[in-house]
């Protein structure tokens, strides 16, 4: 059974940072694709991060170029996303998922396939 379980997320002021992590199991974790997304209140679910499974290959949206950066630790199954100079603009809930059909990363939701539950990050300003 493949499980992704996000943690890390919380209450900061602008400036500050998170960190957010991933842990998975039930996966060949180096294998696959590895992505972030968020949702805020009455918005769709966008893109955020995603590494590829070598962590060779990142890709970004323009909003947090600069100020996350993804990274993943194929020894211990889990994928993170360093957050700084964070701003109101990126409260939501973060979603890790994983992409496990295809082997190049992925900006769009369709590829991936599994999904964690998510974990809130609230930026005050």
């Known amino acids: 059974q493949v499980q992704l379980v996000e943690s890390g997320g919380g209450l900061v002021q602008a400036g500050g940072s998170l960190r957010l992590s991933c842990a998975t199991s039930?996966?060949?974790?180096?294998?696959?694709?590895m992505g972030w997304f968020r949702q805020a209140p009455g918005k769709e679910r966008e893109f955020v991060a995603t590494?590829?499974?070598?962590?060779?290959?990142?890709a970004y949206t323009d909003s947090v170029k600069g100020r996350f950066a993804i990274s993943r630790d194929n020894a211990k199954n889990t994928m993170y996303l360093q957050m700084n100079s964070l701003k109101p603009e990126d409260t939501a809930v973060y979603y890790c998922?994983?992409?496990?059909?295809?082997?190049?990363?992925?900006?769009?939701?369709?590829?991936?396939?599994?999904w964690g539950h998510g974990t809130q990050v609230t930026v005050s300003s």
């Open positions: 998922a994983a992409a496990t059909t295809i082997r190049t990363i992925a900006t769009a939701r369709f590829p991936y396939n599994y």
């Open positions: 039930g996966l060949t974790f180096s294998t696959y694709t």
């Open positions: 590494i590829s499974g070598r962590g060779g290959s990142t």
